[in-house]
């Protein structure tokens, strides 16, 4: 059972808060791009880092692979999420032109479909007429009406671009954690604690930070989607490492 706080709520349900906040809450939102890239991004570099070093290889040999996926499947990643975004845009303007088609076409039978829409939620008589008349008086506010009570879609647009930004961006910065420590061994190669010991601990603490990030769009407590993320980042980490291991004569 959720407790609210009636004095915080009634503070943020003034006038002036009110309006503030659905002003932001319509603006889109790239947030859940970052956390989701930074996830992948940890879980598959950490993945690669812990398969070569089950099969025994030098810090060179990590850092080559580890890079490599860095950068492959960060830009494969933004790539798709980019052209995911892109695709839901060019849905969205699809349908938009085509309400606005049928209402020029066909007013009648578009005004007919928003009364049978609010009549579905209770309004009846003149009142449901009057709500009818003032949806259909502005054309912008008719075709959105359409699209979000007919369709079931959003009106907050999102940047392609600023989406795929997002999810590459983390991706690097966030996926770059496990392969620190051998960067710093191939320079270093007096370090008393073993590369990869290292890179276990940091990126535990890696997935575990971004896992409550996480929480912020999920209904779970932040420590709780913490450990989700390590349990499923430790679990691709210790099949790749147990691979690397079982093939590790085949580089040998």
Known sequence: MI???RQKLADEHSIDQIRDRLNVENK??????FVYGAIDGTVTTFAVVSGVAGADLSSSIVIILGFANLIGDGF????????GTRT??????????REAAEIDA??????E???QIFAAKGFEGQQLEQVVDTITANRKVWIETMLTEEM???????????????TMTAFLAVGLIPLMPFVAEYFSPTMEIS????????????????GAAKSRFVDQRWYWSGLETLSVGGAAAVLAYVVGMALGNIAG
């Open 195 to 210: 590369p990869y010991t290292q890179s276990s601990l940091m990126t535990a603490i890696a997935f575990f930070a971004v």
């Open 106 to 111: 066909y007013p009648e039978g578009e005004r």
């Open 28 to 33: 889109p939102d790239y947030l859940a791009d």
């Open 152 to 166: 079931g879609l959003s009106l907050t647009r999102r940047s392609p671009l600023r989406a795929a930004s997002a």
């Open 3 to 5: 407790n609210l706080d």
């Open 113 to 115: 479909e928003i009364r």
């Open 76 to 83: 494969s990643m933004a790539a798709s999420n980019f052209l």
């Open 88 to 97: 839901d845009m060019q849905l969205h303007e699809k349908a938009k032109a």
